[in-house]
């Protein structure tokens, strides 16, 4: 599903995020990517949806190579993905019914379908009792799964996510990534950058660290080194 074959990213500035990274992450595997700030975690899933592009290798997402990709068809590769961002990227001027569709009003659902499948993903993440309210009125942790609503509502194959636990407790952080192994159970790849290396080890899912841009370990669970 993602394959990484020999990556590298410098940036402009002659920054190497990432220096040499292969590994790659099957259909329907789910796995959480760590490494101290500045690792390159966030440069490897901005690969993914193709807003950075590789400087050297390749980069494979369902089997296409994304350094091929044609601007015109990002779009389309990027609706596939669903992503969760730490900071929500919540709209306030909107319900919460409102931020969940608007992947759907971008893509051209009709509003019959849009309602249905917005329902469908609040109810999946406990929120469908409050879809008229605004997203400023919850807390962070409800708002966050406001997030994965909006990340789930397309039905994406993959489901990427960046540090999405980083501004909440130990117990909403639990809660949060058990939300992201329910969506794995049904057949979702899903890959989490996270940094809170307690919390991930008691979840037992395949850990993938990162080190200034080098992928120094990747360890399925029971210690089984992949590298």
Known sequence: ???????????????????????????????????????????????????????????FVDGKNL???????IPQHRSKIGVVFQDHQLLFDRSVFD?????LRVGGYSRQQASRRVR??????????????NPSTLSGGEQQRIG???????????????EPTGNLDPLLSTEILKLFEDFNQVGVSVLVASHDLGLI????HRIITL??????????????ERL
């Open 148 to 162: 994965i609503a909006r990340a789930v509502v397309n039905r994406p194959g993959i489901l990427l996510a960046d």
């Open 211 to 224: 080190d200034q841009g080098q992928l120094v370990n990747d360890v399925t669970h029971g210690g089984r």
């Open 1 to 59: 599903m993602i394959k990484f074959d020999n990556v590298s990213k410098r940036y402009a500035d002659g920054n190497d995020a990432l220096s040499h990274v292969s590994f790659e992450l099957k259909n329907g595997e789910m796995a959480f990517l760590t490494g101290r700030s500045g690792a390159g975690k966030s440069t490897l899933l901005k690969l993914i949806i193709r807003m950075e592009r590789a400087s050297r290798g390749q980069v």
């Open 120 to 133: 469908a993903a609040l109810d999946k993440v406990g929120l469908l009792s409050k879809e008229k309210l």
């Open 99 to 103: 931020n969940v569709a608007l992947p």
């Open 67 to 73: 350094n091929r990709l044609k601007h015109r068809q």
């Open 201 to 204: 080890a008691r979840l037992k």
